[in-house]
Structures are given as C-alpha cells and as structure tokens.
C-alpha cells in the first residue's frame, strides 16, 4: 500500500508514536511517505495534490529514530503526488500543539482530510469524525457520566468559585483546547494566585474545572485502542502507567513522567465497553484513553501516543497491527468496492 502520515511539520517531528508507525510500514515494505499540514494544494479544477516526503522503500532502518532521521534529511525524496494516488491518508498531526502565527495550520490537515476522504482514499482517522471532535475535551464530555469526573466548562470566573466551593476547594484547571499538560493546573485551599491563573487560562479561551481524583498522585494509565478494542500484541495489552515526576501531579511524557507497566482493571474494561460504541460508530479508529483509577480523564482522538514508551517497560511497541489492521481495510475496501463507507470501514476488525 501506498500510505501517507500527515504531521504537524516534518523538520520539528519528534520521535513518538507516528515515526514508530512510519517505520514498520516501511519495515514491512509499504510506500510510506509523509507531509506537513502546509503541504497541501488545491487547483481550480479540484485535483488534490501533496507535496510529499519519502524514504525509498527496501532501505534498513535500526530504529524509529534513525528513520525518522533520514525523513528529515536532505538525502529523503521530495515528490508532488496526486492525492488519489494514496491509498490511505493517517492524520497523525496534533492542532493543540500549533503555536502563535500557525493559527492556519490547526484546521488544515482534517480540512484537506476530508476532501481527500471524498476522492475515495482511506482515511483514518475518518475526517469527518476527526471534524466532530475537534475539541476533543468537549468530545470528551458528551459521552456517559458516570465513567467522568465532575466539570463544568465556561470562561466565567463566578462559575469556576462555586465549582471550587462545592468540591472542597480543590480541582484542576486546564484549557479547553491544549495538550502535553501545559497550563494544567491543581487549585486548593491554598491557592494564592488564582485569579492570576484565570486571567492567563481564559486569554486562551475556555477553561474546564474538573473534580480532583487524589489517586492521580500515583499517576494515571494511558489505554490504546484500535477499532474499538484494547490494542493487543503478542497476548500483551497496550496498557501503559505513567508515573508523575516529584512534585508534579500532571502525568505528561512531555512534562518528565516515567513509564511503567499497567495492568487491565474491571473498571478500566468498564470503560472501555462504555466508551467503545461511540468510538466505533464515529470512525474512530486509533484512541487513546486516559484513565485514574475508575474515571476517564481525558480522550485523545487527534494524536494519540505512547507507542514508543512501551518498548522501555519490556513490552511489544505494538505496531505491526495497528499496519496489518489498515491492510485489511484496504483488502475490505477493493472486495466491497463504494458498498463501505470510510466511516464504517475506519473500525472494521
């Protein structure tokens, strides 16, 4: 197959879960190329086309690393495909992560997803889905209540006090629209510089006051899931614990927390089972959940990670299905022609 991965911008990708995907389907001697979202063009007569980056396929790579080294390198092939030419479009870009003066770039990879999704290429995940929960913490909040903490999102000061008042004084402020942890806040009785803290938080938009769960001082437990299911390999479970640093109660890679082993808990099924319908139904293919104790925390549908923390605890990195699972779609795909949406064909088995 030929598969392309859309990332926030090549030359600043960091090595995680898409350079690990990357690298097994080139391992397993796919076409794989990748682009930026500012590498879509879009003519008057509607062809699509992508300025791509490629990795020849047959050369051996050690690592994700060392591959995603060589994307990055002036030696890598630089090719404008037609869109139509892809057999399957993976949105991997995170929109959360854009900064000041790339406010362009937060919409355009689902945007152009969608109209790729529409020239009959595999797009996972779905565009349209991707679309619906843009904001995947609002996403986060239309699904059932009881597997949530409390919250409340607004952007009124008056709101968040009584939500303070009437969960002992004690929540976690962080904005809606954010990733990675930053400008994640733990607000208690103690708190000097809230209205500080407010002030900055809202400047960025809307802000969610969620209850504070105390069993999050041990961390809390990333759940990848593909087609609805725990992602599994080898008998083992994509089920990965992250351990907060000293003194930090944010669970974050991105902020110094540790991996560790995570074992599956009835409540961590139970969540699961509530959550997958809706994730199925959607055409949410790959997702990772976030998970405390008995409470989902957080969903991620836009970039989910992890896979490349997994080796360390002495796991498989999980890959090699998450690339067979797309194969076949794709085998699903040319037997059942137009029959099967995107949609429905983003969480087939």
């Not at 995603?68 to 002036?74: C, Q």
């Not at 209850?211 to 990333?222: F, Q």
Request: proline share 3%; net charge neutral; aromatic share 6%.
């Amino acid at each position: 197959m030929k598969i392309c991965f859309v990332l926030n911008k090549i030359a600043t990708e960091k090595n995680g879960t898409s350079s690990a995907l990357m690298a097994k389907a080139h391992d397993m001697d796919h076409t794989v190329c990748a682009a930026s979202v500012g590498d879509f063009n879009l003519d008057y007569k509607g062809k699509i086309t992508i300025d791509t980056t490629e990795i020849k396929r047959g050369k051996k790579f050690k690592s994700p690393e060392q591959y995603l080294d060589a994307l990055k390198s002036e030696k890598a092939h630089k090719k404008r495909i037609d869109a139509t030419a892809l057999d399957v479009l993976f949105i991997r870009n995170n929109p959360t992560e854009e900064r000041a003066g790339r406010e362009w770039a937060e919409h355009s990879g689902i945007a152009f997803g969608r109209m790729v999704q529409q020239l009959g290429v595999l797009v996972l995940n779905d565009a349209y889905a991707l679309s619906n929960a843009f904001i995947d913490k609002l996403y986060f909040e239309e699904l059932p209540k009881s597997i949530k903490p409390a919250s409340i999102i607004t952007r009124k000061k008056e709101d968040i006090l009584n939500f303070w008042e009437e969960n002992d004084k004690k929540m976690v402020l962080k904005p809606l629209e954010g990733s990675g942890g930053q400008n994640v806040y733990l607000i208690d009785k103690n708190q000097k510089n809230l209205n500080q803290i407010l002030s900055t938080l809202t400047t960025e938009g809307y802000i969610i006051a969620q209850e504070y769960l105390p069993e999050v001082e041990h961390g809390d437990v990333r759940v990848l899931l593909m087609n609805g299911k725990i992602l599994e390999q080898d008998g083992k479970q994509a089920i990965i614990r992250r351990v907060s640093g000293e003194g930090e109660f944010r669970s974050n890679f991105a902020l110094g927390a540790t991996a560790n082993s995570g074992k599956l808990t009835d409540a961590m099924q139970h969540i699961v089972n509530i959550t997958a319908p809706r994730l199925i139904a959607d055409g949410l293919f790959f997702v990772g959940l976030d998970i405390v104790k008995d409470k989902l925390i957080e969903i991620n549908v836009l970039s989910p990670g992890g896979l490349s923390k997994f080796d360390s605890i002495g796991l498989p990195d999980f890959t090699e299905p998450v690339i067979k699972a797309i194969e076949r779609k794709l085998t699903y795909k040319k037997m059942h022609g137009n029959h099967l949406s995107n949609k429905v064909l983003a969480t087939m088995q």
